[in-house]
């Protein structure tokens, strides 16, 4: 099984605005990730990993009483994306072997370009899989957990994932 990160901490500083509560379709952008994400079979459970604004976008989940589902808050997102991701797989099972890492903020990236994505990991035998459009490194992530540990502490500053 694969345990997934949805990262939506972030300021959305560049457009100015909480991109996460974004109208898309009459959802959120936040909603139609955790909606994509939670079709995926494969995927055992969802950690919703926030931190500016936690409070009013966790008052936006509330009609998510799925049990697949938990949230976290990362009080220092404003330190970079790898704090999220560290708030995100604390405590995992030694048990979860792979990880997803995606954002809350692609409602494009449906629950079939997930599926695919986490199909072609689980069919090859590396550290991780990052997916590439355009010649543009993008997000889902997937990576094993053993790896992501391993690594994650050598990540300082923004940048999240791309200093591996």
């Known amino acids: 099984m694969i345990r997934a990160i949805l990262l939506a901490a972030g300021k ?27 079709k995926v079979d494969k995927i055992d459970e969802l950690r919703i990993v926030l931190g500016h604004n936690a409070e009013q976008i966790k008052s936006k989940l509330k009609n998510y009483g799925n049990k697949k589902i938990k949230i976290f808050v990362n009080e220092n997102y404003n330190k970079g994306m790898h704090t999220t991701i560290k708030k995100g797989i604390s405590d995992i099972s030694p048990k979860i072997k792979h990880i997803m890492i995606a954002l809350g903020d692609q409602p494009l990236i449906n629950e079939d370009i997930i599926q695919d ?41 923004p940048g999240g994932l791309r200093q591996l």
């Open 117 to 157: 994505i986490v199909d072609k990991y689980l069919s090859i035998d590396k550290d991780c899989l990052v997916p590439v459009y355009k010649e543009k490194r993008g997000h889902p992530v997937l990576i094993k957990r053993e790896f992501l540990e391993s690594e994650i502490d050598k990540i300082d500053g």
């Open 12 to 38: 959305g500083s560049r457009m100015g605005v909480q991109k996460q509560l974004l109208n898309w379709s009459g959802k959120t952008l936040l909603e139609e990730s955790i909606d994509g994400i939670l």
